[in-house]
């Protein structure tokens, strides 16, 4: 059978009509666009490793030492724990920082226009 040669060409011809012309401010717009995004990645996984690093200290010395939590938390119940606390602190600071720089970009747009 095969694939028809009309087919074969196909993905390749859509691909070629999506190209847009650059114009002088495209480095300023693909930087504005990434370098937010990239700092506030950076920042939350930062914050991610602090926060599974404070709760995995109490998590597993508690499970040790407290006899309920000895009894009722296996390791699964732990690496929940510890990895809720971790994923909340990366969303929690991405977010927080996505928000300031749009409000930075937002106050600053309405200065230039006074």
Excluded: H
């Excluded at 009309?6 to 002088?24: L, M, N, T």
């Excluded at 499970?63 to 994923?87: E, F, G, M």
């Amino acid at each position: 059978m095969g694939i028809p040669s009309d087919v074969v060409g196909f993905g390749a011809s859509k691909r070629s009509s999506f190209i847009v012309a650059a114009s002088p401010n495209e480095p300023r717009v693909i930087d504005s666009k990434t370098s937010p995004t990239q700092d506030a990645v950076q920042k939350g996984a930062k914050m991610a490793i602090i926060a599974g690093s404070v709760v995995a200290v109490p998590t597993l010395v508690g499970c040790r030492v407290i006899p309920w939590a000895k009894a009722n938390l296996n390791y699964t119940a732990q690496a929940l724990i510890i990895s809720a606390a971790a994923i909340s602190g990366f969303f929690i600071t991405a977010d927080k920082t996505i928000l300031k720089n749009a409000r930075g970009n937002t106050i600053g747009k309405y200065d230039k226009s006074s």
